[in-house]
């Protein structure tokens, strides 16, 4: 399986 | 204050429909560079960028930063009653609670007025870091979403892989597999009809197809799409506006478990 990775762990928060 | 005329409102239309089904509800900011938007979808895996740049507009007045929140489904019903070659003007006063659409036809022997009601909504706003991209791709919108609609009638997910070769979109599920390879095809009458690759180094990444699908609602905005993939980065799906801005969809790749 695999799951979808959070953009919140890519992208920093403003 | 607040007025922006919109020639071409017909563009603001189609930013509606290519957004709507990704995203719920969402804020508008209005500054001196321009009318725009980010927003993630509710699993936080997505998130679009619009940016229609205040020179596009015949007409920008925006006196302060201003953020309206509005429910994207409610703005497209009443944007839907513009015509496709209405101008559109979007009013807002300082403080309102309301928001509204002038729709004028060509010839001027229509006009009406829409007063939608706005929202409080706390978004979180990503800071999105300029990054380096192993690979560029710049193929034919129409294409890109054909590739993914096919492609979900197989399979959930999708693969994209870029080498020297081309780009490959593969899938696979119950019933088989799909592999669709697109070369690089550079000698076409029409540069819109071109596929480029841009290519740093091999890249390969899986995302969800369902997330994919949605992005192609952009299609009507423009006859080019670019995908910008990196390893482990979110790939960047995007469709330029005219000459007004964009309308940028990142998604996070799937990992293995």
Redesign the interface.
């Known amino acids: ?14 | 204050m607040l007025e922006l005329r919109l020639v071409q409102g017909s563009l603001l239309k189609k930013v509606l429909e290519a957004i709507r089904e990704l995203v719920n509800d969402a804020n508008f900011d209005c500054s001196a560079t321009g009318f725009s938007l980010q927003a ?1 979808d509710s ?5 679009v960028a619009l940016l229609l740049r205040s020179e596009g507009f015949e007409h920008y007045r925006c006196d302060r930063n201003l953020s309206m929140g509005m429910n994207l489904n409610n703005m497209a019903k009443m944007l839907r009653c513009a015509g496709n070659d209405d101008i559109i003007t979007i009013k807002a006063d300082d403080g309102s609670d309301t928001v509204t659409f002038m729709f004028e036809s060509p010839n001027q022997d229509k006009i009406a007025d829409f007063e939608m009601k706005l929202m409080d909504i706390d978004s ?6 300029d990054a380096e991209y192993h690979a560029i791709v710049r193929m034919p919108s129409a294409e890109f979403a054909r590739i993914c609609k096919d492609l979900s009638s197989i399979g959930d ?1 999708v693969v994209i892989s870029v080498t020297k070769e081309g780009v490959k979109f593969s899938t696979a599920g119950d019933i088989g597999t799909a592999n669709i390879v697109c070369r690089q095809n550079k000698t076409v009458d029409k540069p819109e009809e071109a596929t480029v690759i841009e290519m740093q180094e091999p890249v390969s990444l ?1 995302f ?1 197809l369902r997330y994919m699908n949605s992005f192609t609602k952009a299609t009507p905005l423009s006859e080019t799409v670019t995908i910008s993939l990196s390893s482990e ?2 790939v960047v799906v995007e469709y330029k506006i005219a000459d007004m801005g964009y309308i940028r969809f ?1 998604l ?6």
């Open positions: 399986t695999s799951k979808q990775q959070k953009l919140s762990s890519f992208f920093s928060h403003k | 993630m699993s936080h895996v997505a998130l979180e706003h990503l800071g999105i870091p997910t899986t969800a980065l979110p990142y996070a790749p799937k990992i293995e478990e």
